[in-house]
C-alpha cells in the first residue's frame, strides 16, 4: 500500500511539473505574439511622405526629411520592443515552470508593451510637448521594471521556479541589471525641462552604451 502510495504521488508530483512546463510554453508564446502585434502596430503607423509640387528626388528627399521625427520616434520605439523582448528572453532563459503568480505579472508587463505602440503615436503628434515625452518614458520604465519584477518573483527560492544551475549571486546580478533600463527611462523624464527631444537621445544612446559597458565591464557572474 506504501508503495502504490508513493507511485500515485509520484504521479500526480510529474502530472503538476507537466502542467507547470505547459503553462509556461503557453506563457511565453503569448507573450511572442503580443511582441509581434506591437511591432506589426508600429510598421502601419508609417506613412508614405507625400510630394507638394513636382516629382522629383530632391522634392522626395524633402518630403522624407519632413517625416523624420516619425522616422526617429518609429526607430526608438523598435528598438525599445526589441530590448524588451531581448531582456524577457533572457530571464525565461532561466526560467523551468510557472504559476499564477509568474502569470499576472507577465500579464502586467504585455499591458504596458501593447501601450509603446500608442504612445509612439502620442510622441509623434505631440513631440514638442512634454506631457507626450513623459507618457512615452513612463511606460517605457513600467515595461522594464516589470521584467524585473518578474525575475525577482521567479528567482525566490520558496518558488522553485527557476533552474538549478542558477546560482544566488547570479540572481542578485540579473535582479540589477534588470533594474538598468527601467532607472535610465525613469531619469529621463525630467530631461524634458531641457528639450523634449533630449530623452529622445539620451534613449538612443542607451543601447549601444548598454552592449558596451556589459561587454567591457559588467558581465555576469560565472
Not at 129 to 140: H, N
Not at 197 to 218: G, N
Amino acid at each position: 500500500m506504501p508503495q502504490d502510495l508513493r507511485k500515485a504521488q509520484m504521479a500526480s508530483q510529474g502530472l503538476e511539473e507537466g502542467s507547470q512546463s505547459k503553462g509556461l510554453e503557453r506563457l511565453i508564446g503569448l507573450t511572442d505574439d503580443v511582441f509581434a502585434f506591437a511591432i506589426t502596430v508600429l510598421v502601419l503607423d508609417l506613412v508614405t511622405p507625400s510630394i507638394l509640387g513636382p516629382e522629383s528626388n530632391s522634392s522626395l528627399a524633402q518630403s522624407i526629411q519632413n517625416e523624420s521625427p516619425l522616422f526617429l520616434n518609429y526607430i526608438v520605439s523598435f528598438w525599445v520592443i526589441g530590448i524588451l523582448w531581448a531582456g524577457h528572453h533572457r530571464v525565461f532563459r532561466y526560467i523551468k515552470s510557472s504559476d499564477q503568480g509568474l502569470l499576472f505579472l507577465n500579464l502586467f508587463f504585455l499591458f504596458f508593451v501593447v501601450l509603446i505602440p500608442f504612445s509612439t503615436r502620442v510622441l509623434d503628434a505631440y513631440t514638442h510637448i512634454q506631457l507626450s515625452v513623459v507618457l512615452f518614458a513612463l511606460i517605457l520604465a513600467g515595461a522594464s521594471l516589470m521584467t524585473a519584477f518578474i525575475w525577482k518573483y521567479a528567482s525566490d527560492t520558496r518558488r522553485n521556479l527557476v533552474r538549478s544551475e542558477v546560482s544566488a549571486r547570479f540572481a542578485r546580478w540579473l535582479w540589477i541589471r534588470n533594474l538598468v533600463a527601467p532607472i535610465v527611462f525613469g531619469l529621463s523624464a525630467p530631461l524634458t525641462f531641457i528639450s523634449t527631444y533630449a530623452p529622445i537621445v539620451c534613449w538612443l544612446a542607451f543601447l549601444p552604451a548598454l552592449i558596451l559597458l556589459e561587454k567591457r565591464y559588467w558581465r555576469p557572474p560565472s
